[in-house]
């Protein structure tokens, strides 16, 4: 081996372990990952086509399709964190000049709408108020307006806390020749969903809300009416890392070699689906549902308002009224150095407007509740 | 919380704690972790925003520039696994009707065809026989014929396990207002690689070859040139997730939030390049020179030839033609069953021809190379 350069040494940083501090992650995500994700994801990688693996494969497709409630065969984690299962979803199954229809009633409705302009859509927008939700006399209207070949609403919105009703919308959309497709990254594993029932036709999520796994994985799920769109599309779809026409050929029966998966973080994400099946989909959510109740009396005690209407509040992804005369960077800050807490605060239209507080999977449990209300109360009553 | 619908519990799959076979993994990627490694990636996660994320962050930065021997601000690991860091170079660097010329001489040239394609370039392609390389006359007589705006070649071909020479084509591409685009995938970390006297404008990589990090990043770096033709894009990147022009602004001064990077991924990577630092380069590519050195010579005793030429074989991957008469899938099969250890066929126009042997990163010592040895020997000489 020979060389004609002399190394250079100005970047060769020496630094010490790793040490993170023991955050409680209470903010929009990432949410603290159960240990025995952490355990799992430690174990040493086997290659992406060992016999060992592709069985591992199977069982976390098997129990994607139980946290989503879906029979669906394509369904598979995408090797990217919650935007890459976006922008899957989205790529797949729009060919250019589609017809594109968003709701958009916080930060990841424009970030559908950004997604979908870059695959050649004719994107067009219903819009509402940051914290409130479509009815469904109004998604019918826009339908019969625009007539598009694609519907895209966000089931959980996590920079609003509020959650879109789905019932009738499949129905709407399949009366009128158009897939249906949701942003469930705040919903998997925490807020009832049932895609098979609400004839939901692309779906994608992330790891590192209500399932405790740590990002690095999307979810991606597409039933029998988008796999024909995407067997019958004209044109390449215009990804070649997020091409499921490929990647369907890795995770189906024919295994074939397309990009190398992230083998660890499939370890993770099989363990935390574990997690979900062990306890089950209706104690699962019942739990959500009573810690965030839990959650919600205890502002209301410190006299703080939620920014939602009750109905339509998240059980995984709170947001808060910052009280006139707070300084509410400020609580963010002195809630992560003076007691390990993450909050975070809003996004657009909401900004400087509200707290976002998660309570997501493994965080779901009462005194994470009791620690963060402390924190609040100390701050806020300074006692 | 209340819903019309009964849970199907059908795929509530009640499956065993996840138990990992302890394979030697001397393919073509993912290679063996660093237990170090590994021991970070469980740390629990914190905040992608967290300031004690950002200063991981730039310490990551910092240790790629090293690394790659590049002074370039914009190195960052994408978040998606090596193919993602080769679209996100592609993705970032053509505009529609770019001039894009690639060298294929293995598969991941064929994969940089294919994906720029969709991007809308204008592909050329100049090609040799797999696991041969292009001199810089042969370089020089196209960069002349097709006045490229990207000249992307494979500096390590995982496929053929042929090193592609880089001296004097950055000039060449520079002389020609050519960008100078090269995967990097199966060399950083283990392959002599001086990107800034090469005069490279945009690198990629992958974290499970030499670099003993399970895959799930993809190491990008690109230079003063390639951000200039960034910043002067006429169209968005057709591409969100990947797009430099925003992830910039994370991995920046703003630190604006583009996507939830993979944090326990990010822990992985930056002890793995903390390994890297601590041996230094020098000693680091003198190492898997000098161990597949061993390998070469103990094939020889054996009686089989390597199929690349001395001059130009990578020090990470070297492929073995299969003897006449034997079952190279069955000797695969042997070797994963019988002696845990994990090596694989050809690809396209080797398959059936080669095995591919990897030594990267954790994996480049000498007691591997004799346990695969021996493996190979009872197989194939029964003794």
Known sequence: MSYTYTINEAHRLMTTQLDVPNRLLLGPGPSNAHPRVLQAMS???IGHLDPRFIHLMNEIQELLRYAWQTENSLTIPVSGTGSAGMEAALANVIEPGDVVLIGINGYFGLRLADMAGRYGADVRIIQKPWGQIFSLAELEA?????????????????STGARQPLEGVGELCRANHCLFLIDTVTSLGG???FLDEWQVDVAYSGTQKCLSCPPGLAPLTLGERAVQKLKNRRHKVANWYLDMSLI??????SRTYHHTAPINMNYGLREALR?????GMAERWARHQAIVELLWQGLAELGLHCHVEPEYRLPSLTTVRIPDG????AVVGRLLNEFNIEIAGGLGELAGKVWRIGLMGYNSRPENVYRLLDGLKRILLGS
């Open 142 to 158: 826009a339908v019969a307006e625009h007539k598009p070949a694609v519907l895209a609403l966000v089931h959980a919105e996590t």
């Open 326 to 329: 707070v300084d509410g960077k």
């Open 275 to 279: 997690l979900v099946a062990e306890e």
């Open 191 to 193: 807020v009832p969903l």
């Open 43 to 45: 174990l040493p990688p």
């Open 248 to 253: 369907s050929n890795y995770w189906g029966d």
